[in-house]
């Protein structure tokens, strides 16, 4: 085989992913990707050097696949890449809520499927991703599995049946941040900063305090105490977010994303 990755799916995160490879050592030549639209299969080519191919060529010609499509659209894919697919090759699944179960019952017998569950800090390299073996992986595939993701951030492995919990917190989890920083620059423009002056406070502080949270190592319970004085400015505004269960409302939003993927992967 001519080449040893195939992307297929050249979207935000099958991009993301190509680019991470490439700025992780990986050579283009090394490495393919799918796309049908003749435009953006030239910007591809043009921005990476990558050979841009079809799926059914991507499946002949690479010895791991990534799929990297939506979930309503893995079913066609997965017809069209069957013929080619041999029980040698590793397949990587990006799409939520699809189980290992469902991509092994369409290709042929014994094929490796790892499932990956990442999240869009991916783009500037601080992803989360986090994944899990199929019925025919073992410890080789899923090091490679690894080591394709730890190009655009962190990994962890989890057992299949923990992804609709890793989806409601790390692949919504972007999602609950940018709303609280959102909600904390409304707050910031409400007392009469300057929209601009509210911004860099406010990302800067949660960048801070993130960077804080991983170099320290310590419990965000300990860290959020070394701020919050007895009667001082942060207990008041604490005190504001537990008598509106800002807490309970967390719990509750997750366990909604949790059973909402939970409900995807049924249909």
């Known amino acids: 085989m001519s080449a040893q990755v195939a992307v297929l799916g050249a979207g ?26 003749p435009e953006r299969a030239a910007e591809l080519r043009e921005r990476y050097g990558v050979d841009v191919v079809s799926n059914l060529e991507a499946a002949k010609r690479a010895d791991t696949l990534v799929l990297v499509v939506k979930p ?3 079913p066609d894919l997965l017809a069209e890449i069957a013929p080619a697919v041999q029980p040698t090759q590793t397949i990587v699944s990006l799409a939520a809520g699809i189980t290992t179960g469902f ?6 017998e014994g094929v490796a499927v790892v499932r990956v569950m990442p999240n869009t800090p991916a783009l500037v390299d601080e992803g989360m991703a986090a994944i899990s073996r199929g019925a025919h992986c073992d410890e080789s595939h899923l090091e490679l599995a690894e080591g394709l993701l730890a ?26 941040i940018f709303f609280v920083v959102e909600a904390m620059i409304e707050a910031g423009v409400h007392m009469g900063l300057p929209r ?25 319970t300990v860290l959020r105490e070394r701020v919050t004085s007895p009667g001082g400015t942060t ?6 977010l537990e008598d509106h269960k800002v807490r309970a409302a967390f719990l509750s939003a997750i366990e909604a994303a949790r059973n909402r993927s939970r409900d995807l992967a049924a249909e």
């Not at 935000?12 to 639209?37: H, K, N, W």
């Open 235 to 240: 207990a008041a505004a604490v005190r504001e």
């Open 151 to 176: 190009a655009t951030g962190r990994v962890v492995r989890v057992p299949e049946k923990q992804q609709d919990a890793v989806t409601a917190i790390s692949g919504s989890g972007p999602a609950y």
């Open 12 to 37: 935000v995160m099958g991009e993301t992913l190509l680019s991470g490879l490439i700025r992780a050592g990986r050579r283009p030549q090394d490495l393919l990707i799918t796309e049908r639209r």
């Open 196 to 220: 601009g002056t509210a911004t860099e406070l406010v990302v800067q502080t949660v960048a801070g305090s993130a960077k804080l949270l991983r170099e320290t190592g310590e419990h965000p």
């Open 72 to 74: 309503q659209d893995m």
């Open 103 to 108: 991509v092994e019952s369409r290709l042929p």
